[in-house]
């Protein structure tokens, strides 16, 4: 019998660390990540792939994570979103559960992060 193929997620963060560590911890929990350094380059890579899951930073220049999930939704594209900030606000943490989207402080521990990719793309 064949293995499904690992799921592919999506890390969009400014920070090239980040999407080190990130990419790394989901490849050594049997995920695929793909890394993009904007949200349009996220956009652009649609075209070849849609994610089970996408984790976005917040704070990013030219598209904010939820700027990014916002123009996802205006293009009928549903994908589990995670926003990760490093900077708590109420405010933001409060926009981001009414647009639907898990919301994580950083520094969040890997148990955190792979029970709500987990729960995203089940």
Do not use: W
């Not at 799921?7 to 790394?24: G, H, Q, T, W």
């Not at 917040?58 to 594209?77: K, S």
């Amino acid at each position: 019998m064949m293995n499904a193929p690992a799921p592919y997620i999506a890390i969009v963060d400014d920070d090239a660390s980040v999407r080190k560590a990130l990419a790394r911890l989901l490849g050594a929990s049997a995920l695929n990540p793909q890394t993009y350094a904007s949200g349009q380059q996220f956009l652009k890579s649609l075209e070849y792939a849609v994610p089970r899951c996408l984790i976005v930073d917040l704070q990013m220049p030219e598209m904010t994570g939820l700027e990014l999930h916002g123009e996802l939704l205006r293009a009928g594209i549903e994908i589990p979103t995670i926003i990760t900030t490093a900077h708590d606000d109420a405010g933001c943490a409060d926009r981001c559960r009414s647009a639907g989207v898990t919301y994580l402080i950083k520094p969040f521990d890997q148990v955190t992060l792979i029970s709500a990719i987990n729960k995203a793309i089940r």
